[in-house]
């Protein structure tokens, strides 16, 4: 969590989630009812108090009742581990599943996405980030009518129509001992920390003593209660006492909040050991979350091996000092804001914070370099899952490089070497930027310069920029000359052969492809002859040399045996096949192809991926006679294609065949079925989308049985009315479907399954929509009814 909110799972998570809460909340009914009301009269709400009261728990509280009131969608946009400004646009576009684009910035691709859309924008941590967020929120406020946006900060943003709710302390005083103050959550806190522990009233008064003079700052009391492991509540309250006084000089009168804060981290600095300060000072580097190696080698060097780091990463977790985050994919560690600051300025007193940050770099500049030996191969996808959680680091350490005297060239090395971070992960922009930047540090034909061209050229021509890239593939082309690089020179003719053929010239991007072919079957480089392949497989499918794509994508599927478990390549292989198969027209092949490409996309979360996959299927399913399937895909197609300002990258030929299938589809459906499904589609997560195909896939090969009625009338045609597409209901929808087969009232099913009304009516209109009913008696019959009521 990017602020101090020791309550939630702050582990990554896919655009538009929200993290789960993993301890109990306490109180607040004040500020959540009031944050309500606001939202329910303002676009715009702050939440504004000191470092650890509480804004962004209760913020991330609120947020799951809001869900109908912003029925596109409401997204977390984390900050405190963007440094840069400038990235701000770029970070919220990632949040929000938006892809980068060459011809657009990205908050003209944010502000035309969400214009229309009734959503909430929620920016945690903001002070650091004042003017930036302004200029966005009053940006967004001013050109999108329908956006909201809530944001968390120390200061409010000063924007017209800004409304603001100060977050005070939790109450302190014997009301609080009623489940909603601070001494509620002191009680909470300490039973974690002693299951022993229950207040009573021989304890009651010191609890409220140490509340009171914590100022019923939440986060000064998660601190406090770690101690009782070794104190007493006695010793705790006058221990803590004694220390207050002395910071007052004697005097027993009020600090100020932030003070209070500060004394009671600096209190738990002064009670850890020596070696477990020194470990404190060294992560505060980390942005974001970091695992235990990644904390081994940083924190390793003067006083500290590395087989002390572990020992002292537990003593500061037992002190709440650091989160420990577990999820799926292993443990995480992280500082909550207010401890980094107080770890930065003590690092900064050691002396050792320029060499603890060339650590951070190097062992970031090493993940960075194990991805791009990893990339051709099976270990691609776990290794770039691990490194997409580390996005904040990677752009610390990126800034690091490029901000360090005398390191220019090692920085350009190392924006070079994540150029498939960028690439897998869909980031090509923000990859091109870090080039640019370095680039400009290094202006001399050296090696580095000359790969850092080449990898900007590659990066440019997937974002949509081939025209411009060409220049810097020209000069990398001369600096490989120059230095005899022929590795160089091989890729830098190939990338300009593939930036030909985006821009239609195939006659001479098939030049240069085979020049390239020859530099580098002379090198023996499989892997980059394969990617060749591709390269030249889709010039001579948009050329009509179905039999030639064929061959060359098969080619290269045949080179990639040896690493099954390759995505990337193997995937855009799978789909250029299944293109040139359907311009051959062989459906089932090509069916087969966009199945087995769309898992390949989807598993690194590549959405221009999964959208030609996507769109392929459709046109299958049209040809197929399943018009109602065509219409939900391409529904789906459309809301991937949309936020990058045109569709198929801008190929006519295909771009034809695309409304084609759209005309055909229509005429088969008619104008009602036909706009039911494509909004069904466009309003259906991506990842629902995905899985309805491979549940196909797996019906249709017999693998799951015997079919559901829903299952059945979906591959029944939509010609008889419609069918599902989706082949099935989700769990949910088919217990409502059958609670509705049994005669239920809405508000009967939301009683029965415990939900809202609302949601309720959502389930039983997207069951309408799915199966293609007019109404809830023909629900009745695709379920197989009739069924007796209860």
């Not at 104190?231 to 009020?254: P, W």
């Not at 600090?255 to 804060?261: E, F, G, I």
């Not at 045949?558 to 250029?576: F, N």
């Not at 769990?731 to 479907?737: L, Q, T």
């Given at each position: 969590m990017s602020a101090d909110v020791p309550g939630w799972d702050a582990s990554w998570r896919r655009a538009g989630d929200l993290p789960a809460e993993v301890t109990g909340f306490v109180g607040r009914a004040d500020q959540l009812a009031c944050l309500h009301e606001m939202l329910s009269s303002s676009r715009m709400v702050t939440l504004t108090g000191p470092g650890g009261v509480g804004k962004t728990r209760i913020a991330l509280r609120a947020l799951p009742e809001l869900r109908t009131r912003y029925p596109d969608g409401i997204f977390l946009v984390e900050l405190s581990a963007l440094k840069d400004p400038e990235l701000l646009a770029r970070t919220v576009c990632a949040v929000l599943g938006l892809p980068e684009q060459a011809t657009r910035t990205s908050l003209d691709v944010l502000t035309e996405h969400v214009a229309g859309r009734a959503a909430l924008i929620v920016l945690d941590t903001?002070?650091?980030?004042?003017?930036?967020?302004?200029?966005?929120?009053?940006?967004?406020?001013?050109?999108?009518?329908?956006?909201?946006?809530?944001?968390?900060?120390?200061?409010p943003l000063d924007v017209p129509g800004?409304?603001?709710?100060?977050?005070?302390?939790?109450?302190?005083?014997?009301?609080?001992?009623?489940?909603?103050?601070?001494?509620?959550?002191?009680?909470?806190?300490?039973?974690?920390?002693?299951?022993?522990?229950?207040?009573?009233?021989?304890?009651?008064?010191?609890?409220?003593?140490?509340?009171?003079?914590?100022?019923?700052?939440?986060?000064?009391?998660?601190?406090?209660?770690?101690?009782?492991?070794?104190?007493?509540?006695?010793?705790?309250?006058?221990?803590?006492?004694?220390?207050?006084?002395?910071?007052?000089?004697?005097?027993?009168?009020?600090?100020?909040?932030?003070?209070?804060?500060?004394?009671?981290?600096?209190?738990?600095h002064e009670l850890c050991s020596p070696m477990e300060r020194l470990v404190w000072a060294k992560l505060s580097v980390f942005a974001g979350t970091f695992d235990l190696p990644a904390a081994e080698h940083v924190c390793t060097g003067g006083e500290l091996a590395v087989d002390d780091v572990l020992e002292q990463l537990i003593g500061l977790v037992d002190k709440s000092v650091v989160l420990r985050l577990d999820d799926e994919e292993g443990t995480r560690y992280r500082l909550l804001d207010t401890i980094r600051e107080y770890g930065a300025h003590?690092?900064?007193?050691?002396?050792?914070?320029?060499?603890?940050?060339?650590?951070?770099?190097?062992?970031?500049?090493?993940?960075?370099?194990?991805?791009?030996?990893?990339?051709?191969?099976?270990?691609?996808?776990?290794?770039?899952?691990?490194?997409?959680?580390?996005?904040?680091?990677?752009?610390?350490?990126l800034e690091f490089a490029l901000t360090r005297p005398g390191g220019e060239r090692p920085a350009l090395a190392m924006a070079v070497s994540s150029w498939p971070y960028w690439m897998a992960a869909g980031l090509l922009g923000e990859g091109g930027v870090w080039l640019d930047r370095a680039l400009a540090q290094v202006p001399e034909p050296v090696s580095e310069r000359g790969w850092g061209l080449a990898r900007h050229g590659y990066l440019g021509v997937f974002y949509g920029s081939s025209a411009l890239e060409l220049p810097y593939l020209a000069e990398a082309e001369a600096i490989g000359e120059q230095l005899g690089d022929a590795r160089l020179t091989a890729h830098a003719v190939m990338f300009q052969g593939l930036a030909l053929g985006f821009l239609g010239d195939a006659e001479h991007a098939r030049t240069r492809c085979d020049e390239a072919r020859d530099r580098l079957s002379a090198l023996g480089d499989d892997f980059t002859l394969t990617v060749l392949d591709t390269q030249v497989a889709f010039i001579c499918a948009l050329s009509g040399e179905a039999a030639t794509a064929i061959a060359l994508c098969t080619r290269g599927l045949?080179?990639?045996?040896?690493?099954?478990?390759?995505?990337?390549?193997?995937?855009?292989?799978?789909?250029?096949r299944a293109l040139a198969r359907w311009v051959e027209g062989d459906v089932a092949?090509?069916?087969?192809?966009?199945?087995?490409?769309?898992?390949?996309?989807?598993?690194?979360?590549?959405?221009?991926?999964?959208?030609?996959?996507?769109?392929?299927?459709?046109?299958?399913?049209?040809?197929?006679?399943?018009?109602?399937?065509?219409?939900?895909?391409?529904?789906?197609?459309?809301?991937?294609?949309?936020?990058?300002?045109?569709?198929?990258?801008?190929?006519?030929?295909?771009?034809?065949?695309?409304?084609?299938?759209?005309?055909?589809?229509?005429?088969?459906?008619?104008?009602?079925?036909?706009?039911?499904?494509?909004?069904?589609?466009?309003?259906?997560?991506?990842?629902?989308?995905?899985?309805?195909?491979?549940?196909?896939?797996?019906?249709?090969?017999?693998?799951?049985?015997?079919?559901?009625?829903?299952?059945?009338?979906?591959?029944?045609?939509?010609?008889?009315?419609?069918?599902?597409?989706?082949?099935?209901?989700?769990?949910?929808?088919?217990?409502?479907?059958?609670?509705?087969?049994?005669?239920?009232?809405?508000?009967?099913?939301?009683?029965?399954?415990?939900?809202?009304?609302?949601?309720?009516?959502?389930?039983?209109?997207?069951?309408?929509?799915?199966?293609?009913?007019?109404?809830?008696?023909?629900?009745?019959?695709?379920?197989?009814?009739?069924?007796?009521?209860?």
């Open positions: 903001c002070e650091h980030l004042v003017d930036a967020c302004a200029m966005l929120t009053g940006l967004l406020l001013r050109n999108c009518p329908l956006v909201s946006v809530l944001a968390t900060s120390r200061q800004e409304h603001i709710l100060v977050v005070p302390p939790l109450p302190v005083g014997p009301e609080g001992i009623d489940g909603t103050g601070a001494v509620a959550l002191f009680a909470q806190r300490a039973t974690a920390v002693m299951p022993s522990f229950v207040l009573t009233e021989a304890n009651q008064a010191d609890v409220l003593a140490l509340c009171r003079r914590l100022d019923g700052i939440p986060l000064a009391i998660e601190l406090a209660t770690v101690r009782l492991r070794a104190l007493s509540l006695r010793e705790l309250a006058v221990r803590l006492e004694d220390r207050f006084q002395v910071l007052a000089g004697g005097r027993r009168t009020a600090l100020p909040r932030h003070q209070t804060l500060r004394t009671t981290i600096g209190w738990s003590w690092l900064a007193q050691t002396g050792e914070e320029e060499q603890v940050r060339a650590r951070h770099c190097g062992w970031f500049r090493a993940r960075l370099e194990e991805l791009e030996r990893a990339f051709p191969t099976s270990r691609q996808l776990p290794v770039f899952r691990a490194l997409r959680r580390e996005h904040g680091n990677l752009r610390a350490a045949h080179a990639m045996q040896g690493e099954p478990d390759e995505r990337w390549v193997t995937g855009y292989l799978r789909v250029l092949g090509a069916e087969v192809d966009s199945r087995a490409a769309l898992a390949c996309a989807w598993s690194l979360e590549d959405r221009i991926g999964a959208a030609y996959c996507l769109d392929l299927l459709a046109w299958i399913s049209s040809v197929r006679g399943r018009p109602s399937r065509a219409a939900l895909l391409l529904g789906a197609v459309a809301q991937l294609w949309e936020p990058t300002g045109t569709t198929l990258g801008g190929v006519l030929s295909l771009q034809q065949e695309h409304l084609r299938v759209q005309e055909d589809v229509l005429r088969a459906l008619g104008p009602q079925l036909h706009a039911r499904r494509l909004e069904l589609g466009s309003t259906s997560p991506i990842a629902d989308v995905v899985r309805m195909v491979e549940q196909d896939a797996d019906n249709l090969s017999g693998a799951s049985g015997r079919p559901s009625a829903v299952a059945v009338r979906s591959r029944s045609g939509a010609g008889s009315g419609g069918g599902v597409g989706s082949g099935e209901l989700t769990p949910r929808e088919r217990e409502v479907a059958a609670l509705v087969s049994e005669g239920m009232s809405n508000r009967q099913i939301a009683e029965k399954l415990v939900i809202s009304k609302r949601t309720a009516d959502a389930h039983v209109e997207h069951i309408l929509a799915k199966l293609g009913a007019a109404s809830r008696v023909e629900i009745n019959s695709l379920m197989g009814g009739p069924r007796r009521h209860p």
